[in-house]
């Protein structure tokens, strides 16, 4: 039996953790928190959205985000003050609109093999999360943004996504509370929602119950490999404790380009902040006004999720501005305010805002499989779609040690490995 250790105790570091063990790994998870998923996998949108696989690598996404620059509540936000990280990551991400098809249908792919993965380890574990399969429909106002998502269908057909387009009075009939005039919408069926944080916890629980050894409160201060000891060492500047494994995984969210740095890698990541409301529907009156079919606005590049019968979760944004985690009023109005619109009989009186750092690799694609020591993984930078991916990319990194160590094959049951040319 090998031991890994892996880093990260948010949604793609649980998923890693749950995959080795099942594997026959001895597995030690090292987090900051005192419990799991206490940031980006705290509040998100909780869309699992194969449909939502577009990769933003597209020249649009430039024009948009010059134009919007100076607005403080648009829907993307670039603060100008440069840094090299900023400026190499947006080279990078320039250099990858060639890919933009490919790794759109790629994207697709994982999305779709990930959720039959979550669902039977959401059904084998017994974890509730508010889990809702009624599909998501994407909403337009205009026949730009109608026809624009037709030529996205055709890629995410490519990767094994069917969806269909809707008329105005059809959207109405999916989901009769949307107020307002559209031109038409895109619905995918199989599409489904959950609450990312209830999923991450249960998930948590249960890897303890296969013999993963949670390390919570842990500060890992630095990570080393020769390729055949990968040592963790943790606690406090003066007072540091090492713990020596056979390899590790980084799963560590936007904290993983300076883990990968220590370990000789390049995983340009860069933190681009999400925002949220949760909207508790206390009343009667919002819990029938609030939708039960999730959403996703492309115009506004919000999306919702009902989640359980009194919250519904709004989110959206994307916001370039370092590791900055302060929740800004100018960019929580705009979420209330398309509630208020969209939905004018739910009650905003009681929204809790929240905001979560997305790691994002300039390619929009995550970073996962070997680096350059041995027996050193990633498992990262999966950016807006963490918890749409976070089952397979967790399969795959699992598949991927097995090789590489030469541990025994997977035990009967156990998910098989999907190969993917971005590992």
């Avoid at 409160?217 to 080393?224: D, E, F, I, P």
């Avoid at 060492?233 to 883990?259: I, K, M, N, W, Y």
């Avoid at 492309?298 to 989640?307: F, G, I, M, Q």
């Avoid at 370092?322 to 009023?329: F, L, P, S, V, Y």
Wanted: net charge positive; proline share 4%.
């Amino acid at each position: 039996m090998k031991s890994i250790a892996v880093i990260g105790g948010g949604i793609t570091g649980v998923t890693t953790a749950y995959a080795l063990a099942k594997r026959g790994f001895a597995v030690t998870l090292f987090e900051k928190h005192r419990y799991a998923a206490m940031e980006t996998s705290f509040a998100n949108g909780g869309q699992l959205s194969a449909s939502n696989a577009e990769v933003w690598t597209h020249w649009s996404t430039i024009v948009k985000g010059l134009k919007w620059m100076l607005k403080g509540d648009a829907p993307l936000l670039v603060n100008p003050k440069p840094s090299w990280h900023k400026l190499s990551w947006f080279a990078e991400f320039i250099g990858n609109i060639a890919h933009y098809r490919q790794n759109t249908i790629e994207t697709a792919r994982l999305a779709v093999a990930a959720r039959e993965h979550l669902f039977a380890w959401a059904d084998a574990e017994s974890v509730d999360f508010d889990l809702k399969k009624q599909g998501i429909l994407h909403i337009y106002r205009d026949k730009k943004g109608f026809d624009h998502a037709g030529e996205v269908s055709k890629l995410l057909a490519a990767g094994g996504l069917p969806r269909r387009p809707v008329t105005p009075a059809e959207m109405r009939a999916i989901e009769p509370t949307l107020a307002g005039s559209y031109y038409g919408g895109y619905f995918t069926e199989s599409d489904a929602t959950g609450d990312i944080h209830k999923f991450t916890v249960g998930l948590a629980a249960a890897i303890e119950r296969l013999g993963v050894r949670c390390l919570y409160g842990q500060n890992v201060l630095s990570l080393r490999s020769d390729g055949k000891t990968a040592s963790v060492t943790v606690g406090e500047a003066d007072a540091p404790q090492t713990h020596r494994f056979d390899g590790l995984v980084v799963c560590a969210g936007v904290t993983s380009r300076d883990f990968a740095t220590q370990l000789g890698d390049r995983v340009n990541i860069y933190p681009v902040k999400g925002y949220s409301i949760t909207v508790n529907l206390r009343d009667a009156q919002s819990q029938q006004a609030a939708p039960t079919v999730s959403l996703l606005d492309d115009e506004t590049k919000l999306v919702t999720s009902r989640l359980g019968l009194d919250r519904l979760r709004v989110a959206g944004t994307a916001e370039f501005n370092g590791c900055n985690k302060d929740i800004r009023a100018d960019r929580i109005a705009p979420l209330v305010d398309w509630v208020h619109q969209c939905f004018p009989g739910v009650s905003t009186q009681q929204v809790v805002p929240w905001a979560g750092l997305r790691p994002m690799m300039p390619n929009m694609m995550p970073r996962v499989g070997r680096g350059r020591s041995a027996n050193v993984f990633y498992n990262t930078g999966h950016g807006h779609l963490g918890w749409t991916l976070s089952a397979v990319t967790a399969d795959m990194v699992a598949g991927v040690i097995v090789q590489a160590c030469g541990a025994h094959a997977p035990a009967a049951g156990a998910p098989s490995v999907l190969q993917s040319q971005h590992c």
